[in-house]
């Protein structure tokens, strides 16, 4: 089992909060651990989001415990309505629905052990469910941070590698359909979540000018990555969906189409490594012109064998998705490849590169 980052923060917050309760003379400490489990993000920015939501969402539920068990008593029936009060307050403040379960907690804490001393005793309670909160802050601020264009950039490179790797396969025709169709709803999820983890590196925060454009630039460069996996990603469902008509097309035709594509998968490759400074300029302008040569021969190869009569309409019709997805791929390509001439030419400086190497 694999010990990750989130799981081993989440075990330092607990720690931290007990000891910090325990070092103010709060109790019970289990109140500040429950609450430092529900702060832990994956992100420094979310968890500051949600320390400032948890904060709102908590002091609304702290009010109208304290409200409601001073006004009608603890009840379990009281209580139930006054967690359904709040729940409705903070959907209407829109807050975070992460936020919904403290606050809940708070409410139950705080109602559900009448006693002398009642205002003393909620304010104790909320405390520690505070300090549990700004205690995983600290964590994460502190411990491992988050590396989100590491984890982005290798995600990405290694579910293009299993894209590319499918498509050599079923233009070589040398493939197995169960394995494909099993890997194929892996890579539909994975896109899903590489979208996710390009949000996280969205969404955290330059505090300086430079690094800020730099960044900035950077996220156009890897929506663009994302943008061109997803094309290469449509060509394999492509091939799969139109494997017969492909088939059948005159060997002149498939034999051009499988060399474009490992024309293109290659050039797509050495963009991903040219990021990362392990190919040079040179070589991705030679590939450059070998995939521009190769589209002008597709599409004109594509164009003749209609109007010489070598493939009828329907024939002509069934294959066209095919050619037109992968002259889009050659497009998405040439623009990231020009993206990165323009970011390694004129920008790095700002946010240079730097990818660590995994372990």
């Known amino acids: ?33 429950l609450s430092a489990t529900f702060a832990i993000q994956p992100s420094i920015f979310k968890t500051y989001q949600t320390i400032l939501e948890q904060i709102q969402a908590n002091m609304i539920g702290a009010t109208i415990a304290v409200i409601f068990g001073l006004t009608l008593g603890h009840n379990p029936v009281i209580i139930g309505v006054a967690v359904m009060v709040a729940i409705a307050i903070i959907l209407k403040l829109k807050l975070e629905t992460s936020a919904i379960s ?5 409410i139950i804490i705080i109602m559900g052990n009448p006693q002398d001393g009642f205002i003393l005793f909620a304010l104790e309670r909320f405390s520690l469910i505070m300090l549990g909160v700004f205690s995983a802050f600290v964590v994460n601020l502190v411990f491992l941070p988050p590396k989100h264009e590491n984890n982005l950039y290798y995600k990405m490179t ?23 169709k099993k890997d194929l709803s892996h890579m539909n999820e994975a ?57 059948s097309m005159p060997d002149r035709m498939k034999k051009l189409i499988r060399h474009q594509l490992e024309h293109l998968t290659d050039y797509h490759e050495r963009i991903l490594l040219r990021y990362i400074g392990k190919v040079n300029l040179q070589i991705t302008d030679e590939m450059a012109e070998e995939v521009d ?35 889009e791929y050659n497009d998405e390509l040439e623009h990231l490849d020009l993206l990165l001439e323009s970011f ?7 946010e240079p590169v730097n990818i660590e190497e995994r372990v």
């Open 158 to 180: 290694d579910l293009t590698d299993e894209v590319i790797r499918w498509i050599r396969l079923i233009t070589s025709h040398d493939y197995d359909i169960q394995s494909f």
């Open 1 to 33: 089992m694999k010990l990750g980052a989130r799981i081993f923060k989440t075990g330092l917050a607990i720690i931290l909060s007990i000891y910090t309760a325990r070092w103010l003379g709060l109790e019970p400490t289990l109140y500040a651990a």
């Open 191 to 247: 896109l899903v979540k590489l979208d996710n983890y390009f949000l996280l590196y969205k969404e955290e925060r330059n505090y300086f000018p430079k690094t800020k454009l730099g960044k900035a630039r950077k996220l156009v460069i890897y929506k663009q990555m994302i943008v061109t996996l997803k094309k290469a990603f449509m060509i394999l469902k492509m091939l799969d969906r139109h494997d017969n008509e492909v088939q």
């Open 293 to 327: 040569e190769g589209r002008e021969s597709l599409t004109d190869l594509f164009m003749d064998l209609y109007d010489h009569n070598e493939i009828d309409r329907e024939q002509w019709l069934r294959i066209l998705p095919v050619v037109s997805h992968i002259v």
């Open 344 to 350: 390694f030419r004129y920008h790095q400086s700002d």
């Open 102 to 106: 403290l606050a809940i907690v708070t």
